[in-house]
């Protein structure tokens, strides 16, 4: 089940990790081309969404508490009901594009039981095409129609401990999937790192790192609370690539205590612990640093805040459909092929079920692993 997080990505534990039996068999490998996948994207079954309301806005509302949408106690939105109806009327009134922005994509997480991609597969273009078919419920019922401007988070690598010049290539190939599937009209691409280069961005960046250490070394409630709810999610994301895929089952189980563990898995945990205190702590000043410069009201003024981590002041979303529970950047896409759905899951969870699976890669793909798993 997929947890709520109101401070950091919303995420879904293991599967039961003392189970360590492999059971998956491939069977086959396909490629596929391109075209192929816009064919796909373009024949995805999308929810049927119910729309309602007197007014424009109350209708463009409306699409984003449709249970098939709304990730979330709908509560969170229609307790500000005004505040959003006014932010749509900034738009309608004057006729122009509604203008909506996300914070996500940052890299492929380098957690080996989670993914081994470092380019985006098929999960991402379900997201964007998720995002592509929510402008369009706009567009039937508001002629200028929408846009949807993502601020991608590549700049988190150093915290996570990401090669930067891997967090770049997957930008830059989400960039030219939106091209090829023409949906640039819609779908933008701004980097959150560009505020780096804001002349005051260190000075402020440093001055809330500091803060953060002095507060949890105080063990200041309100940031302990804080601190607490973000860390096992990004314990869960630092770098972990190089360590072995069977000890990290162990250190990832929350059932084993640390008295139980063997001397080197210990070691790892600690390890890991210690890297996601650190990026927890920079993570928190590099949010903290984004909202004191007001970037994203700066650089996409009066949007419609979406989100996957539901909270107000934000339409909290599903990132591709209602039964998916894991972001696309955090697992592998699979594809039933008998009932034709799609999922996003953890690569160790899918190895240790008893499917048949294809491994279907993308044609000319400079990452030589698959692009999704076909379960036949």
């Known amino acids: 089940m997929i947890k709520p997080n109101p401070y950091v990505y919303s995420s879904k534990d293991f599967d039961n990790l003392f189970d360590k039996e492999l059971k998956w068999q491939i069977v086959d490998r396909e490629i596929i081309n391109r075209e192929k996948v816009a064919k796909i994207l373009k024949t995805l079954k999308q929810p049927e969404v119910k729309i309602v309301g007197k007014s ?16 979330g106690d709908k509560k969170l939105i229609l307790d500000k009901k005004d505040y959003w109806i006014e932010r ?36 991402e273009l379900l997201s964007l095409a998720r995002l592509y078919f929510i402008a369009n419920l706009i567009k039937k019922i508001y002629k200028p129609g929408a846009e949807i401007i993502i601020f991608s988070e590549e700049g988190f690598y150093k915290f996570i401990g990401v090669d ?21 009209s819609v ?11 804001l002349p005051n961005f260190e000075k402020i960046f440093n001055r809330k790192l500091k803060e953060n250490k002095k507060l949890l070394k105080e063990k200041d409630p309100e940031f302990l609370q804080k601190f607490n709810q973000a860390f096992l999610p990004i314990f869960r994301i630092v770098n972990s690539a190089q360590f072995n895929e069977e000890i990290l089952m162990d250190v990832y189980n929350d059932q084993i205590k640390d008295k139980d563990l063997s001397k080197e898995a210990l070691r790892i945990r600690n390890y890991l612990r210690k890297r996601a205190e650190e990026a927890l702590l920079n993570y928190f000043a590099y949010l903290q640093t984004r909202d004191e410069l007001n970037f994203i009201e700066k650089q996409a003024p009066n949007s419609l805040l979406l989100t996957v981590s539901p909270k107000y002041y934000r339409l909290p979303i599903y990132p591709v459909s209602k ?31 008893n499917y048949k699976v294809v491994e279907v890669y993308l044609d000319r793909d400079k990452d030589k692993t698959p692009f999704f798993y076909k379960i036949i």
């Open 323 to 353: 039964e998916i529970e894991i972001l696309p950047y955090h697992g592998v896409p699979i594809y039933f092929e008998k009932i034709n759905k799609w999922n996003i899951d953890y690569l160790i969870n899918l190895k240790r079920k």
């Open 164 to 184: 930067k010049n891997k967090a770049l290539a997957y930008i830059t190939e989400l960039k030219k999937w939106i091209r090829f599937l023409k949906w640039t």
């Open 187 to 197: 779908i933008k691409i701004k980097s959150l790192s560009l505020m780096e280069k």
């Open 88 to 123: 749509i009327l900034y738009f309608s009134a004057k006729k122009r594009l509604i203008r909506l922005a996300i914070l996500g994509f940052p890299f492929k997480m380098p957690v080996k039981l989670k993914t081994i991609r470092t380019l985006p597969d098929m999960g």
């Open 56 to 71: 424009v806005e109350e209708k463009i509302l409306s699409i984003f508490l449709d249970e098939n949408i709304r990730f």
